[in-house]
């Protein structure tokens, strides 16, 4: 079963996504099967929150994981997190008000096939991009972080498959990219908020990573990123740095941050870059329940910023 003292394959997120929605049917409202990957595996939106008494509609937060398939910590925090605000509903104050205001909708896995195929042999360990065979080309797979359709492919992504910032041949080669970006815009205007989480080099990005222009919410979006990080560095002291991606990591154009600031109406758009402490991608399953607990007050931050606005 799901624990959050190990990494697990994929099909025990699914177990744990379907156990958590009947275990706590009034809080985990849907699981959505949104479509399959190119090797047939089912991707799913869980969809949790405490529905308002009067029926009215709460702001959204989505939340993924995992594009990138060697990050296994994403996915591990993001389903603590989920788990930690159901599960504790009863009993601690921040998860209730976070259930009570926010509709959540959680993809934990993003890219299936390349997460079972991280964990297939030790020697995929490192795998970051989908498992797609390339027409015209021996080599497989795509940076589905670079396959976004807005400003696909001007900077920091490149036309060669054997890459791993290989942008696919056209925008949405990648069916799942295809699936997740038709379950997000279903959710436009609710989603005011998105979170897809990565790692290793603990930052939480903004928008635009294509290019260094500012966005038109670039002030609040340092503002409440910096009111984030603070209450994930305040819990056991590991520093996060704030900014646009150009700004301090680098421009790459065509990923999920950017996308669903333009295009899905998610004003407070980020990329959360966890924890790395040296161990870069391969970082030990002793670290997950840290992680999980001092992101899930970064989240809580955000959610509270989302919620007096909207
Ligand atoms: O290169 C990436 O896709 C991300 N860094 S990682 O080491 N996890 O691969 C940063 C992406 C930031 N930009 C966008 N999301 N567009
Ligand atoms: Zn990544």
Same mark, same amino acid.
Not at 104 to 124: K, T
Not at 149 to 176: C, H, L
Not at 204 to 215: F, I, K, Q, T, V
Not at 268 to 295: C, H, K, W
């Given at each position: 079963?799901? $624990? ?7 099909? *025990? /997120? !699914?177990?744990? /996504? ?15 099967? =949104? ?13 949790? %929150? ?12 989505? /939340?993924?994981?995992?594009? @990138?398939?060697?990050?296994? =910590?994403? %996915?591990?925090?993001? *389903? ?5 605000? !159901? ?14 205001? =926010? ?15 991280? @964990? ?17 080309? $021996? ?17 920091? #992504? ?15 080669? +990648?069916? +799942? ?8 815009? #279903? ?10 989480? @990565? ?5 939480? &990005? ?26 994930? *560095?305040?819990?056991?002291? =590991?520093?996060? +740095? ?28 980020? $990329?959360?870059? &966890? ?16 992680? %999980? ?18």
């Amino acid at each position: 079963g799901m $624990t959050w003292t190990a990494y697990h394959r994929y099909s *025990t /997120m !699914v177990s744990w /996504m379907d156990s958590l929605r009947s275990r706590y049917p009034d809080l985990v409202n849907e699981k959505v099967m =949104i479509g399959k990957t190119y090797e047939g595996r089912n991707m799913y939106l869980l969809k949790v %929150g405490k529905p308002r008494a009067d029926g009215k509609m709460k702001p959204g937060i989505y /939340m993924d994981a995992n594009i @990138h398939a060697r990050e296994w =910590i994403a %996915g591990a925090t993001l *389903t603590f997190m989920v788990n930690k605000m !159901v599960t504790e509903y009863e009993t601690n104050s921040t998860a209730r008000r976070m259930m009570n205001e =926010i509709d959540w909708y959680i993809v934990p896995s993003a890219n299936p096939d390349g997460y079972e195929y991280s @964990h297939a042999a030790p020697n995929n360990r490192l795998w970051r991009k989908t498992r797609r065979v390339n027409p015209f080309s $021996t080599d497989t797979g795509c940076d589905a972080n670079r396959n976004f359709d807005f400003k696909w492919m001007v900077a920091g #992504a490149v036309q060669t498959p054997r890459e791993n910032t290989y942008a696919g041949a056209f925008p949405y080669s +990648e069916i +799942e990219n295809v699936h997740v970006t038709e379950a997000l815009l #279903a959710l436009v205007p609710q989603v005011k908020g998105m979170l897809s989480f @990565h790692s290793a080099a603990q930052m939480w &990005l903004l928008p635009w990573a294509y290019g260094y222009e500012r966005s038109e919410d670039y002030d609040e979006l340092m503002r409440v990123g910096r009111a984030a990080t603070d209450a994930l *560095t305040a819990v056991y002291g =590991i520093p996060y +740095e704030v900014g646009t991606a150009p700004d301090i990591l680098y421009r790459a154009a065509g990923g999920t941050l950017d996308w669903a600031k333009a295009k899905a109406g998610a004003k407070y758009s980020y $990329t959360p870059e &966890l924890r790395d402490l040296g161990f870069g991608f391969v970082l030990p399953p002793n670290q997950i329940i840290p992680s %999980g607990l001092e992101t899930f007050e970064a989240v809580n931050v955000i959610a509270q910023a989302i919620f007096e606005e909207f």
